[in-house]
């Protein structure tokens, strides 16, 4: 067998191998996408009676709260980025990243400081590579986001919030992450979670005089706000969490799936190279004989 | 009379959904119990079971820590990041 016989044979056989990988690892990203979209799911009745009720505290009283206030001058801002633990996703976590370095610059020709918070190993990979600082990171459970690891960030998030400026604390917070916006499109989203907006996004009441009416508070309007609120910030960090397992996986599944047609269109063009080769190599080998036996038969 | 309709929320799932006639629940300043047509309240829970007595005069608890509660037209939400019945 010819060397360029045999170098296409290594070649496809590599194709093929790969193939079977990326084939598996679409399928997994496939049945895992349904599972994260089921919890994206069940976690909506929780989001929709928590905004309903900060809505109501605060809709029907006038109390002002820290978390809610917008700082006179805001001199450092946080921003969290969420990336995932592995690669393998295309531009998911590239797309991620760049919308937080977009922010960043946004807010340092402001004249603001900036610190970063991370999610997700791919995250904290790139900048230790560029030897960056970062605060405090998560990682380990991107792929399936507890609630307890929402509620961790979220009381880091306030009690850096609530902290002076002059003793480190940051005035406001930024949300980075990829929102599921359907199989093929996951978009990068830029939040500013505190100081929080909670009017913004809230659902209208259906009916004026029937919803909202005036609530009693137990024990008072202030510290049901003062529980409330820190309650609400988890929960639109868990549904960040959520949406960007989701997003992941769905970007896993596309970049896995071009991946297998690739290798199906390499493993084409190789054949065919090689039967080139092949045929190109009993072309030769006949006009050897033949030539051989001319030779041998004009010597007589 | 008419009932309440009930439903007991975590972070990650409706824990509970149904329709009762009472629901017993201890806030932060003490016991409260809702029936129908009860004004609207908005409270946080104390630690201390739920408990939801349904139409059918069975009765269901539920362990909602840290969570809250809230009233409103006869729609009863209790709402806690790890809520779980007993």
New interface residues.
Partial sequence: MGAQLREYRARIRSAQTTKKITRAMELIAASRIQRALA?VK??A??AR??T??VS??ATYSNVEHVLTTEPEKIERAAIVVFASDRGLAGAFNANVLRAGEELATLLQSQGKDVVYYLIGRRAVGYFSFRKRAFEQVWAGDTDTPQ?GT??EIGQELVRRFVQPTSEGGVDEIHIVYNRFVSMLTQEPEVVRLLPLEVVEGVEAPEDRD??????????DAE??LD??LP?YI??RI?NALLQSAASKHAATQKAMKSASDNADSLIRDYTRLANNARQAEITQQISEIVGGADALSSAK | MADLTVSVVSADAEVWTGSAKQVVARTQVGQIGLLAGHQPVLGILAEGEVRITTTDGSIVTAKAEDGFLSMQNDVVTIVAGTAELV
Wanted: glycine residues 0%.
């Fill in positions: 919890r069940a976690s009745p929780y009676a928590v309903r009720a109501a505290v609630f929402a509620q029937a919803a909202f009416p005036l609530y009693e508070f137990e024990p510290d049901v529980a409330l309650v988890e929960s868990y």
